[in-house]
């Protein structure tokens, strides 16, 4: 027997091991735990990952790159770069905006960016680590996501670009605030880590921004374990991601590639001597950014099966909307008007004056296994993280301070089932029946 044939043979018991390893309990209602959120691996997932490892594929590479592509083309975009995280995909994406390759148009400390105070932080903390200013505007209750309206009134002669996210899979109006951005010459960058394969007028959320990001968090739509991506379709901003990502350089050969390019010790930048190896060239203060080429396999594998569970998010939402509608005291969601979300959560509002409040509310689910979490941080600018940093205020964000007191979400990822859902709805229906 061959190597080829060791191989095959041990992931053919990989897919065996899957199968007998796997629990099938039946789910018993107060005592199975119903999760917000989490990733939904089958065998496909576990030996790819194997078959990864086997072949010591530890820093990125084939698969990663075979990644990079194909999620380019689902998302429409030309270009995508894998990261480590969301997080690091955010702060890629929003410092790519301050490369000085962009001469005039780059953005410089103390420009200011618009986004919005109901947010994670993930998506302000880049403002804030690039020297610029956030500017906060309120959400809408419903949607939870701003308008055209409210960021048009913040633009003002300091104003660069807008980064804000999709909320928990629901597009904002992305088609009317590109239109913005163009008009009034700002970058615009999608946080679209919750929304992959949302819709709006008919149109995937990710293609609307000069860039827009992706996260692979297990609580998201692909898991990595850990991951995101930056995806444009601007070949310069494309180039800047990549030299950031990794370690700032000039060079766009892939680590362990010599002279791919033909040029390795062709070029004279800066002050540095005719000939330098270009490999050892920086052109932006960057960091090492990259995912590895084990996630880049799960990834794949993970890839395959989008479409179905984004189909699944739909459906898991819409039973829990069906079965909640009309009951007393709550604020139940709604999409964006003109958009298909592929949903990440399922937001409930208390109404203020119910007889009841969030916390009681959370406390009851929670003890009946059925996992809660808060709507993100709530009104950012109230944490003690924000409070002593620069940033402007346009309008009142009365919104964000009702979801911060008010609001909660359940899940409604591919992994609960009619019976799990169905148990969540009964329990919220018994629990505001009873305070009636």
Known sequence: ??????????????????????????????????????????????VALVEAALDMRIAAGPSSRRFESRFARKLQRRKAHLTN??????????????SPVLEDRRLRPGDEVITVAAAFPTTVNPILQNGLVP????????????????????IGPRTRAIMMAHTLGNPFPAGQIAELAEAHGLFFVEDNCDAVGSLCDGRLTGSFGDLSTVSFYPAHHLAMGEGGCVLTSDLKLARIVESMRD??????????????????????????????????VFSHVGYNLKATDLQGALGLAQLAKLDEFCAARRRNWQRLRSGLDGTPGLL??????????SWFGFVITVDPQARFTRGE??????????????????????????????????????????????SFWVGVYPGLTEEMLDYVIASIQEFVADRG
């Open 1 to 46: 027997m061959n190597a080829e044939q060791s191989k095959q043979q041990l992931l053919e018991t990989v897919r065996k091991y899957h199968r007998e390893a796997q629990e099938d309990a039946a789910f018993v209602p107060g005592v199975t735990e119903i999760w917000p959120s989490g990733a939904v691996l089958d065998e496909d997932d576990r």
């Open 85 to 98: 995280s969301g997080s690091s995909a955010n702060l890629l994406a929003l410092s790519a905006l301050t």
């Open 361 to 406: 509310l959370t406390a009851f689910l929670e003890g009946r296994k059925i996992g809660t979490r808060l709507l993100f941080a709530g009104n950012l600018t109230r944490h003690p993280a924000y409070l002593d940093q620069p940033h402007r205020v346009v309008g009142q964000l009365t919104n964000s301070d009702i979801i911060t007191d008010h």
């Open 247 to 280: 370690w700032g350089r000039d060079c766009w050969c892939e680590p362990g590639e010599n002279d791919k390019c033909l040029k390795r010790f062709s070029y004279q930048l800066g002050t540095l001597p005719q000939g330098y190896d270009h490999k050892y």
């Open 135 to 154: 500017v906060f505007v309120d959400v809408e209750l419903g949607t939870y996501n701003t308008t055209a309206e409210r960021v048009a009134e913040a």
């Open 332 to 341: 139940l969601p709604e999409a964006t008007e003109g958009t298909d979300p």
